[in-house]
C-alpha cells in the first residue's frame, strides 16, 4: 500500500514527491530516519522507553526581535535556547500525551531525550529528520521501526525533505499554536518541575 506521507502541520514545502517514511542505518550506533507526521509520536513514545535514566531536551529558536538585538552586537547567525529537564520514563510519557502533538507540529522546534547513564539519544530535528542513536545496540531502535512499517533504505536511496529544497522548492516553518498553546507555554508550564535553561546555541 501507497504511504501518504504527511507533514507535520508548521511545515510547507510545494514539491515532497519521492518522499517516504524510512530509515538508513550510518553504522552500528546511529540511525537516521524521515518520517510521516501521524508515525512520529507513537514511535517516540516507544522508544523512550528504552532509554536508561532519561532526561527530556527542548531546542527553541531566539524571536526575531531577539536575533537584531544581537546582530547589533555583532553576533551574526541564528540562535536556539536549550533546556532540559530530569524525567522519569512515566513523566517521559506523559510529556508526549500532554505536549507531543505540539512539540512534533511545531515548525521551528527540535526536542529529545537523551540518557543520564548511557551514550543513548533520540532527536527530533527539523523536517522530519529523527536521529536514533545508541553506543552499544542501535538495533533497539530498528526493531521500533520495522514494527511502525518504517522501512529501511540504502543511503543512496534515501531521501529527506530537506535534500529536495531548492529557490523552486522553498520551505517555510513556523510557530504552531495547538490548543491554545505554543511552545512557549510548554516551557512556561514545564519551569515549574524544573525544566532549566542550560545553553544557547549558535548556528551559522
Known sequence: MQENFKLIEGLTVADTNGIKSAFVKLNSSEINCVISAEKIKPIVKKAVKLIKKPYFFLEIPFTDAEEAELSKKGESGSHMRLYNLEVTHS????????????????????????????????????????????????????????????????????????????????????????????????IENLKEVGLTLCDTIREG
Open 91 to 186: 513523566v517521559a510519557d506523559a510529556i508526549l500525551e500532554r505536549y507531543g502533538d505540539l512539540l512534533i507540529n511545531d515548525g521551528v522546534t527540535n526536542f529529545g531525550f537523551c540518557s543520564l547513564d548511557t551514550e543513548t539519544e533520540i532527536y527530533v530535528m527539523p523536517f522530519q529528520n529523527i536521529m536514533f542513536y545508541n553506543k552499544n545496540d542501535v538495533n533497539i531502535f530498528e526493531k521500533i521501526l520495522i514494527e511502525n512499517n518504517i522501512q529501511e533504505r540504502r543511503e543512496e536511496e534515501y531521501i529527506t525533505i530537506d535534500s529536495l529544497l531548492s529557490k523552486k522548492n522553498p520551505a517555510d516553518r513556523v510557530l504552531v499554536e495547538l490548543n491554545g498553546e505554543t511552545v512557549f507555554d510548554v
